[in-house]
Nanobody
Framework: EVQLVESGGGVVQAGGSLTLTCAVS????????MGWLRQAPGKEREGVAC????????YYSNSVKGRFTVSSDNSESKVFLRMDNLKPEDTANYSC??????????????????WGAGTPVTVSS
């Protein structure tokens, strides 16, 4: 059974930082592109970042580029999302996902193969 369990969300002031962690079981990180989606209340789900573990290449949506950093530790089966200079518009539920390629996470409606329940992030102004 594949499980993706997120942690690290919380409440932070604008300009602050948070690091989200995704603990993965039931699949090999090097067989998938791992990433993060978010969904704010009343808005569509949005892919924000992903990493190709075969080469460690990271991709980001324009809305978070330069502020968020995605990484992974294959030996511990974990994926991370470091979020700096947070803005109120970053408030959302953040879910860890696994997909066959970056396009299934960042392009158009996200359509990963697996995703977790998410962890909420609230950025106060």
């Amino acid at each position: 059974e594949v499980q993706l369990v997120e942690s690290g969300g919380g409440v932070v002031q604008a300009g602050g930082s948070l690091t989200l962690t995704c603990a993965v079981s039931g699949l090999r990180l090097d067989s998938y592109v791992m990433g993060w989606l978010r969904q704010a209340p009343g808005k569509e789900r949005e892919g924000v970042a992903c990493i190709t573990n075969s080469r460690g290449t990271a991709y980001y949506s324009n809305s978070v580029k330069g502020r968020f950093t995605v990484s992974s530790d294959n030996s511990e089966s974990k994926v991370f999302l470091r979020m700096d200079n947070l803005k109120p518009e970053d408030t959302a539920n953040y879910s860890c996902v696994a997909g066959p390629n970056p396009f299934t996470i960042l392009s158009g409606p996200p359509r990963p193969d697996y995703w977790g329940a998410g962890t909420p992030v609230t950025v106060s102004s």
